[in-house]
């Protein structure tokens, strides 16, 4: 392996341009002429909030109002059953009062937000784009990068959620470590009805999976306290094909292989999380919060591979079982002081987390060969893993009502740690173990990143809003191949600028307007230069060299009221560059080599449709979907040839409320076809059904039926000059659940909670404090 060169700062050419579009707003609304109200400040506890005794079919509707401070007109829209409020920088989606929340996981809730996608090992994108960052109350948890995600969005049950935020163009508080691209906001649930409130959730499945879930909350003067706990155990199976064909780029021989795979594997997942806050005087709350959660996941497998040359002979054939092991455990602790200030509406927030994920694998591979290639390994190996993140993050926001708007500003330090540490050994006939150190390796990575931002809301008159807001950001990386003593650091600076406007062009319609750009740095697996071992024949290497992704988005969006349907349709625009893709190289004896490179750029485009409504009293639809256009450069092109699709996605819920008693739901689920680098992957339908029967005001039956059609699959297809692939997976199939949910204490109340649907700069406004009395504002 070759000495990477340290990376020189490669300066922004556009970086004046980005500083005046950014920074434009904010004197202009300075000289704003017309006076506003001032945003009402946050209270110390926001307003209380309570589970529904039972799921209730909500109609989307648009407040008769014209745009609060700040010019965002209030909507909802029903998604699951449940309200949602939309802000001016984000659509907030309310899913606690799903009827399948009680056996979800976060990962399936997911799947049933608009333009949101989760595959079965746990990636995820929005819109189509892979780069997606997710937030835990506003903030990075090591939980959820990496390899880790997967694993906590598959464990952490969607009962713990409040509500999902999803933030197409972030603002200037958000930034840009862990993806840089759009926002999935994880709120989790916040209880604040006085007095003691609880709930306990229970499913059984088939094959062994069961799941239990339990919260509760006490809510008495000046104290508030919370917590949760759940474990889950899962069983599932999976198979797949892969038929590769290799080509030579001078004589055009082909070359081709197959290669079969099946395994099972159980899934045992145990955590909680607690929170404490205390009114201290009339101007300052403090708040606690710690949370735990281990996964473990054991298997085994079995592959069949045959390989064969352009003379038809079979060069390699054999057949390999696997057993594997893995144990990933995260963790956090947390601590903020929120404090007002002595003018209408001034309050200053200090937030600090820390957060660490441990992760453990070992996997065992025996081999028995038909026909041996050449340079084949050991027929009985061991692959270790001990892979470690550690984060803190420390924010401060500040915001000040005034007579024109509100102004924001903020700081943010943060440090990510990650280490990735590969053993390798070889078995030999007495069971003894040598270290095979071509294939062993320790990576490590530290991430500094310094910010400051600053924004202005303006409420221009009764129709018109704006929202101008800068972020500075530095980035200081250390990067430590261990093993190969490879040392360099990397540096990135920039300015990053967003707007956000705002028209109420009457009650019931409001138009919104919004540009953002982003930076998207690659993470630690992607900077790691050593290779690693997947399987035989499939291996992965970093780029220590990976210069960020610019993206620039543009999103004009449309909310009104046709008939009795609520409807919001969006349209988008988005471009970027120097992007990150994935590279693949064939090497000897069928080996595919996956890296990472700068390559070309990518633009993408399209409509988002949401519509809502009740069919008849006791049937209400949803629908909503996007039809999307996208074209990037086609790696492994030596004619640096573009790529293009056009994609449908959507989804529909039907709820049926037959009576007081008695719930149906049926969600149907369609993703379309997506593009990456060297090919793209095809179209999937799912299905999932829902029913709960109401056994007392408190006591629930729930069945949920997931992948009713069993039609779950990965399809994907690589075309380069070189390489043709195909490759299929199967997973679970059908899964379905029968279960009790039971709430106990204060959760008759609920009917006379106050709604969360205020303006911008209050509570449910942008930048004020949302769920968890400021958890997730400005400043991330």
């Known amino acids: 392996m070759s000495t990477p060169r340290p990376l020189a700062y490669r300066p922004r050419q556009s970086l004046i341009a980005r500083l005046v579009a950014g920074a434009f707003l904010v004197p202009l609304a300075a000289s704003a002429q017309q006076t506003s109200q001032p945003t009402t400040p946050a209270p110390a506890q926001a307003p209380a909030q309570s589970t529904q005794p039972a799921p209730q079919v909500v109609t989307q509707t648009q407040t008769p109002a014209p745009p609060p401070a700040g010019g965002t007109a209030v909507s909802t829209v029903n998604v699951t059953a449940n309200k949602t409020t939309n802000r001016i920088d984000r659509q907030v989606y309310d899913v606690k009062s799903d009827p399948a929340s009680s056996n979800d996981t976060v990962a399936d809730t997911l799947n049933k937000v608009p333009s949101v996608g989760v595959d079965p090992d746990g990636n995820v994108t929005l819109r189509g784009r892979s780069n997606v960052q997710i937030l835990v109350d506003g903030k990075p ?3 959820f990068q990496g390899d880790n995600r997967a694993a906590a969005i598959n464990a952490i049950p969607a009962a713990d959620l409040e509500s999902v935020e999803v933030i197409n163009n972030p603002g200037a508080q958000f930034g840009n ?14 209880e604040r009805t006085p007095g003691g409130f609880g709930a306990i959730n229970a499913n059984v499945g088939q094959s062994g999976r069961y799941n239990t879930s339990a919260f509760g909350s006490y809510n008495e003067g000046r104290f508030s306290m919370q917590g949760a706990a759940y474990r889950r155990h899962d069983f599932r199976e999976n198979s797949g094909e892969t038929r590769r064909e290799r080509i030579d780029p001078v004589t055009g021989a082909v070359t081709s292989s197959t290669q079969t795979s099946s395994g099972r594997n159980n899934t045992d997942s145990v955590g909680f999380n607690a929170g404490l806050n205390y009114n201290w005087g009339d101007k300052d709350v403090v708040g606690a919060t710690v949370n735990f959660g281990e996964n473990t996941n054991d298997g085994n497998s079995g592959e069949r591979y045959r390989s064969v040359s352009a003379a038809g002979v079979v060069d390699s054939e054999y057949q390999r079982m696997t057993q594997r092991e893995n144990k990933n455990r995260n963790y956090s ?12 509406g001034e309050t200053f927030k200090m937030d600090l987390r820390l957060s660490g994920n441990d992760g453990d694998s070992d996997a065992r591979y025996n081999t028995a060969y038909t026909v041996r290639p050449r340079n084949a390994s050991a027929a009985n190996s061991r692959q270790n893993g001990d892979n470690e993140t550690r984060i803190a ?14 102004m924001r500003l903020g700081y943010k330090v943060a440090r990510n740690e990650s280490t990735f540490d590969n053993a390798f050994f070889d078995i030999g006939a007495g069971g003894a173990e040598s270290v095979n150190r071509q294939r062993t390796n320790r990576f490590e990575l530290t991430d500094m990143t310094y910010a400051l931002y600053g924004s202005y809301q303006w409420r221009v008159n009764e129709k018109w809003g704006v929202q101008g807001g800068l972020r500075a950001e530095y980035a200081d990386l250390d990067i430590d191949q261990v093993t190969t003593n490879i040392h360099a650091k990397n540096h990135y600076f920039d300015m990053i600028p967003s707007a956000f406007v705002t028209y109420g062009l009457s009650d019931d319609t409001t138009l919104r307007l919004s540009y953002a750009h982003r930076i998207r740095r690659p993470n630690a697996g992607e900077l790691n230069p050593f290779v690693v071992y997947r399987d035989e024949l499939n291996i992965s290497s970093g780029n220590p060299n990976l210069q960020p992704t610019n993206s620039d988005s543009l999103e004009l969006g449309v909310e009104t009221k046709i008939g009795k349907v609520d409807t919001a349709v969006r349209a988008y625009a988005r471009r970027e560059s120097d992007l990150i893709s994935e590279r693949r190289f064939l090497l000897a004896n069928d080996v595919l080599l996956t890296t990472r490179e700068n390559a070309g750029s990518s633009r993408s485009g399209g409509i988002e449709f ?7 009293d006791k049937i209400s639809l949803n629908v909503n979907g996007n039809i999307g256009y996208s074209e990037q450069t086609v790696l492994g092109s030596v004619l640096d040839d573009k790529r293009s699709a056009t994609s449908i996605s959507g989804r529909a819920r039907i709820a049926y409320q037959m009576n007081q008693a008695n719930f149906f739901q049926l969600m149907l689920n369609a ?5 990456f680098g060297e090919g793209y992957r095809q179209p999937v339908r799912t299905a999932d059904f829902s029913y709960r029967h109401n056994l007392s005001p408190a006591m629930s039956l729930v069945v949920n039926v997931n992948d009713l059609f069993d039609s779950q699959k990965s399809e994907s297809i690589t075309e380069t000059d070189v390489l043709r692939e195909y490759s299929i997976r199967r997973f679970g199939g059908r899964m379905a659940y029968v279960g009790l949910s039971y709430r106990f204490g204060s959760f008759g109340n609920a009917g006379n909670r106050r709604p969360m649907f205020m303006g911008p700069g209050g509570p449910g406004g942008p930048g004020g404090p949302g769920p968890g009395g400021g958890g997730f504002g400005p400043g991330r």
């Not at 949401?610 to 008849?616: E, V």
């Open 671 to 675: 993703q379309g076809k997506t593009l």
């Open 141 to 143: 948890s090591a939980m």
């Open 177 to 190: 470590e862990g993806g840089g691209g759009p926002i999935l906001n994880l709120v989790m649930r916040r």
């Open 393 to 406: 993050d420390f924010t401060g926001d500040y915001e000040l009502p005034g007579a024109h708007g509100v």
């Open 610 to 616: 949401n519509f809502s409504g009740k069919a008849t």
């Open 333 to 344: 602790v947390g601590a903020r002081l929120d404090h007002k200030g002595e003018k209408p």
